[in-house]
Each structure stands twice: as C-alpha cells, then as structure tokens.
C-alpha cells in the first residue's frame, strides 16, 4: 500500500493516486497521548477487516479551549502541520471527544479532559446529586489530514445517561458513570463499547471513507 503517489494520466494531466491498496497493510499515523483510544481503534480497525495498521505516535501539542469540538480537533491538526510535527506528505488523524451531561447544560463538552482531571467521577456524580434528569452523550470527532492543510472530519454521537454511582473497571476516563443499554461503558469489553459508542461510530465512518478512497484509486 502506498500513502499517495502521483501518476502521469493519458492526457498528461497529473492524476493523484491516493492510498492504492497492495497486499501490504496501509499505515495510518495516530497522534494522541492516550493509549485507551489507541486500543479502541486498533480493536475496531481489526473488526473491520481493513487491513490498516494503526501507528500510536505521542507529540505534545497545545489544545485551544472552545466549546466546539470540531473546531477544536481541525485547529488542532492544522496546528500539528504548520509546526511540522510530522512530515509535509504524511497521512495522519487525532480524535477528539467529550461528556455532555444535559443537566449541567452540555458540561463537561470540549472541557473534559480538564474536568475528569480535577473533579473526576465522583465530581460528576456530586453535581448531579438529586438531578432526575441523568441525559447525557458521548460525542467523538475524528480530524483526519491526509497532507498538507486540509482536514476531513467524521463525528460519531452516543446518547446514554449518568448513572447513579460508578460501575465497573474497564475502559477509561469517565465510563464507569456513562451508562448505555443498563451497563456502564466501563462493564463492557472494549469490542462491546466499541460497537456502539461515539469513537466507534466515529471511527468506523472514517474507515470507511479511506477505504473507499482506496477503491477508488484515482482521484482528482
Ligand atoms: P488526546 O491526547 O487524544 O487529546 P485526551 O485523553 O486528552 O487525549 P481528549 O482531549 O479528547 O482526550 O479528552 C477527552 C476526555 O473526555 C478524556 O480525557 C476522558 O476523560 C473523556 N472521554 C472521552 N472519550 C471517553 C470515553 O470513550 N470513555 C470515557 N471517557 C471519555
């Protein structure tokens, strides 16, 4: 499999050759600083078949405070390329997410890394003493750049609710309080949540589109 190739077409025109599948596994470079989604999306790219080797790379990048996560994931991509954090031509994606508790007005949102870090579960779960209404999501952003500035996102969106106490001990982050189908996100295995939860969707959508790219072969 070659990342991108350039091809003279019949008419002399420049085609773009994009991801032309071999027998080889395609690499796609994965910059995050957590090893829990890194083995979520290698779990689902092997579910999916799709003979794509996920490659974890950890660089250090500053992520902008905005409630809107698209945003933040795209900015942050760009912000990865123009420092040159990886090379000009190199295919590559992060992912975003957050909690947002309906309650609380969509809080923890773009803010939840932050928050788990100083509140946690139990912080959540004090916000909501007494709160009947326990409506919250998941919702994951994948911003894929294939080179140089441009940026595709694929957004996946679980909806579940807050449980009453913290269950289980799988998973990350704030899974043993986000309850989907009467178990916790964290009393799943990690093919169980994957095929319902937010970076699942997000991902499996994603998947599908650079394989479908890669089917296509040529691209103008
Ligand atoms: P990156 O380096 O990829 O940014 P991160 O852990 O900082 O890793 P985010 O900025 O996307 O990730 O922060 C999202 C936070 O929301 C994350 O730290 C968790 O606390 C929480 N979160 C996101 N997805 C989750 C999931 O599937 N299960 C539980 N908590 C999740």
Redesign the pocket.
């Known amino acids: 499999m070659e990342k991108e190739e350039k091809e003279k077409g019949k008419g002399g025109r420049r085609k773009k050759m994009r991801f032309a599948i071999g027998g080889s596994k395609m690499k796609l470079l994965f910059?995050?600083?957590?090893e829990?989604?890194v083995r979520?999306i290698r779990d689902l790219a092997l579910k999916m078949n799709a003979n794509i080797e996920i490659e974890h790379l950890r660089v250090a990048y500053p992520?902008i405070q905005h409630e809107d996560i698209e945003f933040v994931a795209e900015s942050s991509a760009k912000f990865i390329r123009k420092e040159g954090l990886v090379g000009e031509e190199e295919p590559f994606f992060?992912?975003?997410?957050?909690?947002f508790i309906h309650a609380l007005n969509g809080f923890p949102g773009a803010f939840?890394?932050y928050v788990?870090k100083k509140i946690g579960n139990e912080g959540i779960l004090k916000l909501l003493r007494g709160v009947e209404d326990r409506r919250a999501l998941?919702k994951?952003v994948v911003a894929f750049s294939p080179k140089g500035f441009v940026v595709k996102t694929f957004v996946g969106v679980v909806e579940g609710r807050i449980a009453s106490e913290i269950r289980g001990s799988a998973?990350?982050?704030?899974?043993p309080i986000?309850e989907f189908g009467g178990r916790t996100?964290a009393e799943m295995s990690v093919a169980e949540?994957n095929a319902v939860?937010?970076?699942g969707r997000a991902f499996r959508k994603f998947l599908n589109f650079i394989l479908s790219s890669a089917s296509m072969r040529e691209v103008d």
């Open positions: 910059i995050t600083s957590n829990h989604k979520e992520e992060i992912e975003d997410s957050g909690l939840s890394s788990f998941f994951s998973g990350f982050g704030f899974d986000f996100f949540k939860s937010h970076r």
